[in-house]
């Protein structure tokens, strides 16, 4: 691909119980991505167990082998592998909801611990309260790639505009989401929110969720996404488990923001948006 391309997988994976066998397949989709083309290969929130608290605390143990299949197969291929998110220890009994990012050397390039923690009962439900479990990070960053910078939020991170906007100050250009938006809050605001976003940021937005299964207790929605900096959904993978490839053209983000320069616009001299330690 030119300098300003890039293949993207999406991988939609189907979470059971059966966290080695979650495991397992997760490695055999970066097989199928990469065959498919792929230079980056990005998974879901919590890949490799279903997202119930229960499941998240055994499938715990396996987090280090989980991270280690995935690292390994960005050094097989030489691809970025945006691993979804795993829970990590925290303090006392509970975890951080962490997204690593794995380099073509295998070396962690970056991680993001989920900032904002679901403790809601939204219409249609289930309730959740995620902070029983996770503990929330308190970080924003983002990392370099051969073509672009880029970042990592998860989940409901997604909902909170500040976040985008402190990113479009940083330049990046494709913003990663690993999420598992339930059957009720995604029909109701998933592609809603991936595409507002894609616009507020004026870049990417790949939102990778899991497969829908009737037989988890917690059942997500699917429909993976891409949307473009203009807002248009480049694709949605539909419910079923599946691997997605899309060709991206990073030039798009030039464009669009020549054409219409928000960044510019901002009235900075009447309000403004700072992480803490800028300020």
């Given at each position: 691909?030119?300098?300003?391309?890039?293949?993207?997988?999406?991988?939609?994976?189907?979470?059971?119980?059966?966290?080695?066998?979650?495991?397992?397949?997760?490695?055999?989709?970066?097989?199928?991505?990469?065959?498919?083309?792929?230079?980056?290969?990005?998974?879901?929130?919590?890949?490799?167990?279903?997202?119930?608290?229960?499941?998240?605390?055994?499938?715990?143990?396996?987090?280090?082998?989980?991270?280690?299949?995935?690292?390994?197969?960005?050094?097989?291929?030489?691809?970025?592998?945006?691993?979804?998110?795993?829970?990590?220890?925290?303090?006392?009994?509970?975890?951080?909801?962490?997204?690593?990012?794995?380099?073509?050397?295998?070396?962690?390039?970056?991680?993001?611990?989920?900032?904002?923690?679901?403790?809601?009962?939204?219409?249609?439900?289930?309730?959740?309260?995620?902070?029983?479990?996770?503990?929330?990070?308190n970080s924003l960053g983002h990392f370099e790639t051969p073509w672009c910078s880029a970042s990592v939020?998860?989940?409901?991170?997604?909902?909170?505009?500040?976040?985008?906007?402190?990113l479009a100050d940083r330049g990046v250009r494709c913003l990663f989401v690993p999420a598992a938006f339930?059957?009720?809050?995604?029909?109701?605001?998933?592609?809603?929110?991936?595409?507002?976003?894609?616009?507020?940021?004026?870049?990417?937005?790949?939102?990778?969720?899991?497969?829908?299964?009737?037989?988890?207790?917690?059942?997500?929605?699917?429909?993976?996404?891409?949307?473009?900096?203009?807002?248009?959904?480049?694709?949605?993978?539909?419910?079923?488990?599946?691997?997605?490839?899309?060709?991206?053209?990073?030039?798009?983000?030039?464009?669009?923001?020549?054409?219409?320069?928000?960044?510019?616009?901002?009235?900075?001299?009447?309000?403004?948006?700072?992480?803490?330690?800028?300020?």
């Amino acid at each position: 691909m030119g300098a300003h391309h890039v293949s993207i997988g999406i991988c939609q994976n189907r979470q059971t119980y059966d966290f080695e066998r979650n495991i397992r397949n997760a490695a055999s989709m970066v097989d199928e991505a990469v065959a498919m083309g792929a230079e980056a290969v990005a998974f879901t929130e919590m890949f490799f167990t279903p997202y119930e608290p229960r499941a998240i605390r055994s499938a715990a143990r396996h987090t280090p082998e989980a991270l280690d299949a995935l690292k390994s197969k960005s050094i097989q291929y030489r691809v970025h592998i945006i691993a979804g998110s795993v829970p990590w220890p925290g303090p006392g009994d509970r975890f951080f909801n962490r997204a690593c990012v794995f380099g073509p050397d295998g070396t962690e390039i970056y991680h993001h611990d989920k900032i904002h923690l679901f403790d809601c009962t939204p219409p249609g439900g289930p309730s959740v309260r995620e902070s029983e479990t996770i503990v929330p990070g308190n970080s924003l960053g983002h990392f370099e790639t051969p073509w672009c910078s880029a970042s990592v939020i998860v989940c409901y991170d997604l909902r909170f505009t500040p976040l985008t906007q402190l990113l479009a100050d940083r330049g990046v250009r494709c913003l990663f989401v690993p999420a598992a938006f339930s059957h009720a809050t995604g029909k109701a605001h998933w592609e809603m929110l991936v595409r507002m976003r894609s616009i507020e940021l004026q870049a990417f937005v790949v939102g990778v969720q899991p497969a829908d299964n009737p037989d988890l207790r917690y059942v997500p929605w699917g429909h993976s996404l891409i949307a473009s900096p203009w807002g248009e959904v480049l694709i949605d993978a539909g419910v079923d488990e599946c691997v997605k490839v899309v060709t991206i053209d990073l030039g798009e983000v030039d464009g669009i923001r020549a054409r219409f320069p928000l960044l510019d616009h901002r009235r900075k001299d009447l309000y403004g948006t700072c992480w803490r330690e800028e300020a």
